[in-house]
């Protein structure tokens, strides 16, 4: 059973940093494409960054760009995102979720992970 | 970035009806689009992709249509499961974006 579960999240104060982490199993990780995609509380969906399987391609939001970065290592089946100088703005549940290698949309995604921004 | 425009913003109707929800690119986005379902306290759900084809499971109830900048999903007859938040979302371009979602309630 294909699983990826969020862990990381908390309450973080304006300007602190939070490394959030995804552990995926049931699946071959090293072989997929996958993404960070937030949600605000009571808001819609917003996607915030990806990484190629090899981790050789990396892409972000604008929101986020050169505050948080991407990662993985695929020898122990882990996404992560390192979340620097965090706003209020980026109060949210943070979900990884994976590309389908078929059809190329998230087919899985995690439960999330919430993070809070405030002091 | 491509803005995805979804109508309307909350769709009131009774078990049985048929939901049209439409979603509007601000550029093409060619058939690279999908739509999702979230239900309170839940993770997305892949519905459709490229536009018009079901993924994996999806009740046949549920079809999308539509190329370039219009689209549009139906759900023939509302089931009770049925009533959530649907988004569609376009793989078309970076960065990738969703609709601001479509709450279908029961009326």
């Known amino acids: 059973e294909v699983q990826l579960v969020e862990s990381g999240g908390g309450l973080v104060q304006p300007g602190g940093s939070l490394r959030l982490s995804c552990a995926a199993s049931?699946?071959?990780?090293?072989?997929?494409?996958v993404n960070w995609v937030r949600q605000a509380p009571g808001k819609g969906l917003e996607w915030v960054s990806y990484i190629s399987s090899s981790g050789g391609a990396i892409y972000y939001a604008d929101s986020v760009k050169g505050r948080f970065t991407i990662s993985r290592d695929n020898a122990k089946s882990s996404l992560y995102l390192q979340m620097n100088s965090l706003g209020a703005e980026d109060t949210a549940v943070y979900y990884c979720?994976?590309?389908?290698?078929?059809?190329?949309?998230?087919?899985?995604w995690g439960q999330g992970t919430l993070v809070t921004v405030s002091s | 970035e491509i803005v995805l425009t979804q109508s309307p913003a909350t769709l009131s109707l009774s078990p049985g009806e048929r939901a049209t929800l439409s979603c509007r690119a601000s550029?093409?986005?060619?058939?690279?689009l999908a739509w999702y379902q979230q239900k309170p306290g839940q993770a997305p759900r892949l519905l459709i992709y490229?536009?018009?084809k079901r993924a994996t499971g999806i009740p046949d109830r549920f079809s999308g249509s539509g190329s370039g900048t219009d689209f549009t999903l139906n759900i023939s007859s509302l089931e009770p499961e049925d009533f959530a938040v649907y988004y569609c979302h376009q793989r078309s371009n970076w960065p990738r974006t969703f609709g601001q979602g479509t709450k279908v309630e029961i009326k």
């Open positions: 550029q093409s986005v060619n058939s690279y």
């Open positions: 490229d536009a018009s």
């Open positions: 979720a994976r590309i389908s290698r078929g059809i190329h949309y998230f087919d899985y």
């Open positions: 049931g699946f071959t990780f090293s072989g997929y494409e």
